[in-house]
């Protein structure tokens, strides 16, 4: 295995980086069904099954989707790439800004639903809920930035007992004739409604946000070990037949127990405590799903970089989301994913309540536009199935396009509509991003530049406020850079203490003879007006330079301490007035540190 292959995931280590947002949907898929049908009594909580057939339907078709997807694109990019190449740039950024969203959403939503857990088990920390959702989140950020095949590794074996605990309450609950204990009373159903089309429809829809996460491998894929896509498919198969089959054995315990909603109780405790009682096993599985649900916002942190360095790659984004340093990490997206996750948890103090309104509408735009574009990769290539391949992303294009308009409609008065809102706002975004490198590209003339490099008149411009050994090293280094050098001191006051110091220094300068001419400049701001600001006076000067034909370089000379703790010793002006060169002059900025 080579080095860069060593900081990859493989199959297993693969759905635990990124299949945890999928696998911690148990804890709250099935409540949403289960709720969206309690409206209809003991009839509509006997259809959770049925609904939970259905949906496991729906994943069978996405997981063999995005297996087609992960086979077609290994680059990785998943709904974005997909969409790009078969439905147009637009759909693409669509595609991309939709799913942006989702994962923004998932790290909030996970680690806000893990925290909520926690204080359900422990009520005095809830006065702290937003300091342990911070909390939670620096540790999963620090983790990631070790790697993802770190957090692929540490988050394994969480996984897996998770899955083994809800496997074991499975079993043991269908293996019962009834609850192990007396339940909590249901809620009061007030104008029981009829178990219809539009009922079923909505409890379809909320269930569905139990698929979020399966597109995390597919949109990954780059980060998978040689041979990636044989890796990627083996674990989207992994994930869908795991996930699958803890959804159906829910459904079905469900209807086997006769478990209800109650308040201030998840439909999971309760099936746990229906299949084992409420002894320690139940507390330890509870346990784990509050670290499940906390390390499920390691999905995010899994997919999204991959997405915006495909972004980045086709100037939708910054290029520095495009670089990736040591251990295979895209920091810039992975510092920027928490910034947004922490300011959603700030923003709602952690309430799950008001982030989850908001979640897995992204997603199911994301599906729907992935699959149709797989839908016309098909129709494009042809071969042996593609017909079969055609109705198999079709259907599962119109079933999550139904989806994403349900959520949207059934949830808006809580806050969807902001979705909608933003993923508009980001495809300006990436639009405008795009434009600026083009525009960039069209000024540098990358692809016309047919003349010869060839030398300019040229000066370096030196700023110095003393004569010492920072002053002689700077013109020194100034005077073999180019033909000419300038010494330039702003004089920043007029009164009489600092003209006098501006004449005193012009006269030491004289008995120096540096060889080197000193020019004294008044301090201004912007209008010309006296002010005591450094910027202004020399850019001004530099322009007077440049208008004249020369190639300017400005060189600014700045002690560095040899020890931390004298830096606030020294002034910051050199790092100041580097930048306001570089905003309003087109000189050559550098600065020289020697070490004090």
């Avoid at 709250?28 to 209809?40: D, M, N, R, W």
């Avoid at 090293?473 to 006098?500: E, K, N, P, W, Y």
Wanted: with cysteine.
């Amino acid at each position: 295995m080579d080095g860069g292959d060593r900081h990859r995931l493989g199959t297993i280590t693969g759905v635990a980086a990124l299949g945890l947002d999928a696998l911690a949907s148990c804890a709250y898929g099935p409540e949403a069904v289960v709720v969206a049908l309690a409206v209809a009594g003991a009839a509509g909580l006997g259809a959770a099954p049925l609904v939970t057939a259905v949906i496991v339907g729906l994943l069978a078709l996405l997981v063999l989707g995005y297996r087609q997807v992960i086979a077609a694109y290994p680059d990785g990019g998943g709904a974005y790439s997909v969409a790009r190449r078969n439905l147009g740039p637009g759909a693409g950024l669509v595609a991309a800004a939709s799913l942006v969203v989702d994962y923004v959403l998932n790290v909030a939503v996970s680690i806000a639903a893990g925290v909520a857990a926690l204080t359900s088990a422990f009520p005095d920390l809830i006065g702290w809920t937003p300091a342990l959702c911070l909390g939670a989140l620096a540790v999963v950020t620090a983790v990631n930035l070790r790697g993802v095949v770190t957090g692929g590794r540490l988050f394994a074996l969480p996984a897996a007992v998770f899955v083994g605990a809800l496997a074991v309450v499975i079993v043991v609950g269908l293996l019962r004739d009834g609850p192990a204990e007396t339940l909590p009373p249901a809620a009061p159903v007030v104008g029981a409604q009829e178990v219809g089309v539009l009922l079923l429809l909505a409890a379809f829809a909320n269930g569905c946000a139990a698929l979020t996460g399966v597109e995390a491998i597919a949109n990954a894929t780059p980060s998978f070990r040689a041979d990636r896509r044989r890796r990627a498919r083996d674990a989207e198969l992994v994930l869908g037949v795991v996930l699958g089959l803890l959804l159906l054995g829910l459904g079905a315990l469900v209807d086997r127990l006769g478990v209800a909603p109650t308040p201030d109780r998840t439909l999971l405790s309760l099936l746990v405590q229906a299949s084992l009682g409420s002894g320690w096993i139940y507390v330890g599985v509870q346990l784990t799903t509050v670290v499940l649900l906390a390390l499920a916002a390691n999905t995010s942190y899994g997919g999204l970089p991959v997405l915006a360095a495909r972004l980045a790659a086709d100037d939708a984004l910054p290029r520095m989301f495009a670089v990736r340093g040591d251990r295979q990490v895209y920091r810039a997206s992975i510092l920027s994913l928490s910034v947004l996750a922490a300011v959603l948890l700030l923003v709602t103090g952690g309430d799950v309540a008001l982030l989850v309104p908001l979640f897995a509408i992204g997603v199911f735009v994301g599906f729907a536009l992935c699959q149709a574009g797989m839908v016309v990769h098909h129709l494009r290539t042809g071969g042996p199935g593609a017909r079969a391949r055609v109705a198999l992303c079709g259907t599962a294009s119109a079933l999550t396009a139904v989806a994403a308009v349900v959520l949207t409609v059934e949830k808006a008065a809580a806050g969807a509509w902001l979705v909608v809102v933003v993923v508009p706002m980001l495809v300006a975004l990436f639009v405008a991003v795009r434009r600026g490198y083009a525009g960039m590209a069209a000024r540098l003339a990358a692809d016309r530049c047919t003349a010869l490099p060839h030398g300019a008149p040229s000066v370096v411009v030196v700023p110095v406020a003393e004569i010492d050994v920072l002053a002689e090293h700077a013109l020194s280094t100034a005077r073999s850079m180019g033909r000419d050098t300038v010494a330039v001191h702003v004089v920043l006051g007029r009164d009489a203490d600092d003209l006098a110091a501006a004449d005193d220094l012009r006269r030491r300068w004289a008995r120096w003879r540096p060889d080197v001419e000193l020019v004294l400049l008044s301090g201004t701001d912007e209008r010309g007006r006296p002010r005591r600001r450094l910027g202004p006076a020399v850019c001004g000067y530099l322009r007077a330079l440049a208008a004249g034909g020369r190639d300017v370089t400005l060189l600014i000379p700045e002690p560095a301490p040899r020890r931390r703790r004298h830096a606030p010793l020294l002034g910051h002006r050199g790092a100041g007035l580097a930048r306001y060169a570089a905003r309003h002059t087109d000189a050559v900025v550098g600065r020289m540190r020697l070490r004090a």
